[in-house]
């Protein structure tokens, strides 16, 4: 299938500035195939941009797609209290349904706001990947392990890496997962580390989110969580550390030997007052960074650009400067940074040729938009997901004009309600 994007104003992301072209796109099957002005071509569908944004999808690098439910749900408690007392008891009940249901809304409501691909980590997590694969997003999908019977089994994260892992051009990767150094025992992180060297893939854990969280492990092992995790050879594989708000300037130097990358997710931090990720530090030290949403438990949105808005805000704030971040740093950090923490910048992350047409078009009709000055500080401080209007992810044209091609919305809001039913009754 040939589909062609005419008249776009093309933000490539490509390049150390913003830099809006007015070109064409072709694309062949799921990779793009040309860039220039007028082609004129035969091909199977053809998009007007109408001089519309169009730019990479946005790569959104730690969620948790099943945890749709919990929007809005217990809001306004700590980590601690929120995680041990509002939300295990809850999953403890999830069937089948819930993993399923709840992801495919987390996949619409992703894709409906500009993301193409994302970073999950849960259990249930053969039902999540259906989601997945159902709703056409892009993902890695983390197989988290746990101390106690509700957790993945190994042999599954064998199968189903083995399948997804091989085949090159998947839309899935398979990654492995504990969910972070203080729900789970040495023992089941030893085991998450053998079989992501034995299976050659990477490691998604939640890394020094609250204070918490360090005093408990430093009471317990005498060290800081980072040099836990590495003396039991964590970073010995490629690794995506989800917050990374507390460590020490000895946590830097470890940090900055891994493969990898940091998932920053400012909205989840801000809500649960875990603390201000120190973004330009660990950048500077030249650790990579990219923005997630968390799941919409913490942060009641899978918006991208709203997440985008938040880093940029409290990076000013934490440095008491305004020139602390600029706008089209936090874009990469959402596009390209968020595609190299997870391994995937030769595949996307940027409109070039031979990459995966993962393309999102913004609609800039709307007076909000007049006049564009600066397409980066627009896109950061200005637009929001309601102004993607059509997200194309592994050539596929997912959702156009805001109405989804290949999914049925209300049927997968129908079984969200029921779960919700089912499980706060
Ligand atoms: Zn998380």
């Not at 830099?19 to 040309?34: G, M, P, Q, S, V």
């Not at 130097?253 to 007052?273: F, R, V």
């Not at 650009?305 to 305004?322: G, H, R, S, W």
């Amino acid at each position: 299938m040939k589909l062609l994007l005419k008249n776009s104003r093309l933000l490539d992301m490509v390049g150390d500035l913003p830099e809006i072209k007015e070109r064409d796109i072709l694309i062949d099957e799921n990779k793009i195939a040309k860039i220039s002005e007028n082609i004129d071509e035969q091909v199977d569908k053809v998009i007007d941009c109408n001089k519309n944004i169009v730019m990479p999808g946005f790569v959104n690098t730690h969620t948790h797609l099943a945890m749709s439910i919990f929007r809005g749900y217990k809001d306004d408690k700590g980590l601690m209290d929120w995680l041990y007392n509002s939300i295990f008891p809850i999953e403890d009940k999830f069937i089948e349904d819930d993993f399923y249901w709840n992801s495919y809304g987390s996949c619409l409501e992703l894709i409906e706001t500009g993301t193409t691909t994302c970073n999950d980590m849960y259990f249930g997590t053969k039902y999540i990947l259906k989601a997945v694969e159902d709703s056409g997003i892009r993902s890695v999908v983390s197989w988290c392990i746990t101390d106690n019977s509700i957790g993945n089994k190994p042999v599954e994260t064998i199968e189903y890496s083995e399948k997804f892992n091989n085949d090159k051009d998947s839309r899935i990767k398979v990654f492995t997962s504990f969910h972070a150094p203080y729900t789970c025992n040495p023992d089941t992180i030893k085991l998450v580390v053998d079989l992501a060297k034995k299976l050659n893939t990477g490691i998604h854990v939640h890394l020094s989110e609250t204070e918490d969280e360090e005093n408990q492990i430093k009471e317990k092992y005498g060290k800081t969580p980072t040099e836990y995790l590495r003396d039991l050879g964590v970073f010995d594989v490629p690794v995506v550390l989800a917050h990374g708000i507390h460590f020490s300037s000895s946590d830097i130097e470890i940090i900055k030997n891994i493969t990898g990358g940091i998932s920053h997710n400012p909205i989840s931090n801000c809500k649960l007052a875990s603390g201000i990720c120190d973004v330009i530090n660990l950048r500077n030290n030249g650790i990579k960074v990219g923005i997630g949403t968390d799941g919409t438990g913490s942060t009641s949105t899978l918006d991208m650009f709203e997440e985008m808005k938040v880093t940029a805000y409290l990076q000013k704030i934490k440095n008491m400067n305004p020139e602390a971040i600029k706008a089209y740093d936090v874009l990469k950090m959402a596009t390209i940074e968020g595609a190299e923490v997870l391994g995937l910048q030769d595949e996307i992350g940027t409109i070039e040729v031979g990459k995966k047409a993962d393309i999102i078009i913004i609609d800039t009709s709307n007076i909000r938009f007049t006049p564009i000055n600066d397409i980066a500080t627009t896109l950061v401080y200005l637009a929001n997901g309601s102004d993607v209007l059509t997200t194309i992810v592994d050539g596929k044209v997912l959702m156009e004009n805001r109405k989804f091609l290949y999914s049925d919305e209300n049927l997968v809001k129908e079984h969200i309600n029921q779960n919700c039913k089912r499980l706060f009754k």
